[in-house]
């Protein structure tokens, strides 16, 4: 059914490329990352947030995943993002979750250690891997938020992969939840994550880093948005973490941009077509090429 996060994110380590994490939300997401990852036979995680799970039910996005991956041939795995409630996590791993994550971001350094170490046994029991966090990523998104980036700390990082046994770890090196990244330039501390990748050998995973494409936020304004100020990671400091060490690369604005745009665009160029389908048809074939576009930037073609 699923693949393994950790087999997809090893491979990528050995062939130095990045898997895709895309959050989902409802069918038309699913179906247009899917979509792209089958046309560019490239592997892909889907993920669902305890926000998302809120709205549309986890059953709902299960199943919805679950016969995605059936219907391809492309080796999908299924992610818990950003979990906090260890009754969510719980009720993740005994479906058939691929991985899920602690985000421990916000507590003390041994606190995180604490709670990872209990998510880890949970999941271990029933093989399912898991992402830890370590430093924290500013901005916000879904539920989670943060005023200030806390560089990840090398040292540190090694010794909490040790003591906690994650399998995989979210650095943070300058990234940012949300479109509203930054005030000024971005400036990812390279540096730091060449350090950490020395220091952990486990996959590593960057969030925060949609790059918020200047032609999809162009078409939302043209149909309505005020999206003054939004602001993404640069494709060439994408590239850079990808050759330090980055295999995983969280993807949600981008499409929630994009889904947007073409809903925007869609009802504003036909007014009297009130159709669903058309409506959220549209969108989906936006989300469909800013995935695709995604997925070729982090070199995952042809990897499935």
């Not at 892909?44 to 041939?73: C, N």
């Not at 924290?136 to 879904?142: H, P, S, Y």
């Not at 948005?225 to 295999?247: E, F, H, Y």
Request: with cysteine; proline share 3%.
């Amino acid at each position: 059914m699923f693949a393994k996060t950790t087999s997809l994110l090893k491979k990528a380590q050995k062939g130095k490329y990045a898997v895709a994490h895309f959050n989902i939300n409802n069918m038309e997401i699913v179906q247009a990352v899917v979509s792209a990852a089958s046309r560019l036979r490239a592997p892909i995680i889907l993920a669902t947030s305890e926000g998302a799970l809120k709205y549309a039910g986890m059953e709902y996005l299960f199943s919805l995943s679950k016969t995605a991956a059936e219907r391809t041939k492309m080796p999908i795995a299924l992610h818990l993002d950003h979990g906090r409630d260890l009754k969510i996590i719980q009720k993740a791993i005994d479906l058939g979750y691929s991985s899920v994550m602690f985000d421990g971001s916000h507590l003390s350094f041994e606190k995180n250690i604490q709670i990872t170490k209990k998510v880890v046994k949970m999941a271990h029991a029933k093989g399912v891997s898991v992402e830890a966090e370590l430093g924290t990523i500013g901005g916000a998104e879904d539920l989670v938020s943060a005023r200030k980036i806390i560089y990840t700390d090398p040292q540190r990082a090694r010794e909490f992969v040790e003591r906690t046994g994650c399998d995989i770890l979210a650095v943070a090196i300058g990234t940012s939840h949300g479109a509203y990244k930054f005030k000024g330039k971005a400036n990812l501390q390279l540096g730091v994550l060449d350090k950490i990748r020395k220091n952990v050998g486990v996959p590593l995973v960057l969030h925060g880093a949609s790059g918020v494409p200047k032609s999809v936020v162009k078409i939302a304004e043209k149909y309505g948005a005020n999206l003054s100020g939004v602001q993404g990671i640069p494709d060439a400091q994408i590239k850079k973490a990808i050759r330090l060490g980055i295999t995983k690369i969280n993807i949600d604005t981008d499409l929630r941009l994009a889904f947007d745009a073409g809903i925007r665009k869609f009802i504003k160029d036909r007014p009297t077509d009130f159709d669903p389908r058309h409506i959220l048809g549209t969108a989906r074939e936006m989300i469909k090429k800013v995935a695709e576009e995604r997925i070729k930037l982090f070199g995952s073609i042809r990897k499935g």
